[in-house]
């Protein structure tokens, strides 16, 4: 009986890694494009991290710019993850569309990081500004029907 638990319990973590894998907005499994998922929270700046300072949690590989960020992001990985797997959130909430984001371009509203894609004079975080509420709660939706 307890082993066929553990084998459950295992099954489903490795589910939900590869759950993780396949819809996060993932390079080589790097996140954010290896910025520092801690530093937007704490400086308020995109701060790319250092692959020797890395950490793996559930499928996705983050890397810090600081010791202090790496373990304060060990210490509760899901408060720092962006929202929407790292995807662009305006995309999110507007079409329910995974898209590429600039790692520079992001909010953190209520304790949680939000990124945007800006290349080619459209930086999307200007039009999340203009309905974030209205685009957060579609965001919010879309990316539950995706992701679960």
């Known amino acids: 009986m307890v082993l066929t638990s553990l084998i459950t319990i295992n099954s489903l973590a490795q589910d939900a890694t590869a759950t993780r894998k396949k819809h996060f907005n993932l390079d080589g499994g790097i996140a954010i494009d290896g910025y520092d ?55 999110m909430g507007k079409e329910g569309d995974k898209v590429s984001i600039d790692p520079e371009t992001f909010k953190v509203l209520n304790g949680k990081l939000y990124l945007f894609y800006n290349k080619l004079f459209n930086n999307t975080l200007k039009s999340w500004n203009k309905d974030e509420p209205g685009l957060k709660t579609k965001a919010d939706g879309n990316w539950q029907k995706l992701f679960h």
């Open 37 to 91: 998922p801690v530093a937007y929270f704490k400086s308020n700046k995109a701060v790319k991290g250092n692959k020797s300072m890395s950490v793996f949690y559930e499928g996705v590989v983050y890397y810090f710019s600081s010791n202090e960020n790496k373990e304060a992001f060990k210490k509760n990985p899901a408060g720092y993850e962006p929202q929407y797997g790292g995807w662009c959130a305006y995309a």
